[in-house]
């Protein structure tokens, strides 16, 4: 999982990320499309969960860090106070059972106090099947 930005024009800004599956280094390009940095294990360059725990408000980061979300999740939180997009939802935990899908969002409503809330959540879950 990787969290990107997409510019105006629809296009994906290019990035490297350490791969949390794998270990490597990816050259992510677009959406669900990356290479494999061969012989790269790791880039000191590649943004880390450190270096984005210095820009997130203590009360964010103290969640953040109880729910040992990954560094995509801390990027995205990162980028809703950087752009100041207020109201937008980010998954901390996300579990499905039978068909249902539930977890608990993180919801950032501003910077003061009380505008950050954790909200559970139950979706229906459902894969549509082709035919052929």
């Not at 950087?82 to 980010?90: D, F």
């Given at each position: 999982m990787v969290f990107s930005?997409?510019?105006d024009s629809d296009t994906?800004?290019?990035?490297?990320?350490q791969c949390n599956n794998c270990g490597v280094i990816h050259k992510v390009y677009d959406i669900c499309k990356s290479e494999i940095l061969s012989g790269?294990?790791?880039?000191?360059?590649?943004?880390?969960?450190d270096d984005i725990s210095l820009t997130i408000p203590e009360d964010i980061r103290n969640v953040l860090e109880s729910y040992q979300v990954d560094l995509?999740?801390?990027e995205h939180v990162q980028f809703i106070l950087?752009?100041?997009?207020?109201?937008?939802?980010?998954v901390l935990l996300r579990d499905e059972l039978d068909?249902?899908?539930?977890?608990?969002l993180l919801i950032i409503d501003g910077m003061g106090a009380g505008e950050?809330?954790?909200?559970?959540?139950?979706r229906e879950s459902w894969?549509?099947?082709g035919n052929g």
């Open positions: 930005i997409i510019d994906v800004m290019p990035k490297f990320a790269k294990d790791e880039i000191r360059t590649v943004c880390t969960i995509p999740i801390w950087r752009n100041k997009l207020w109201g937008e939802q980010v068909k249902e899908i539930q977890g608990k950050v809330r954790i909200e559970s959540f139950i894969v549509e099947l």
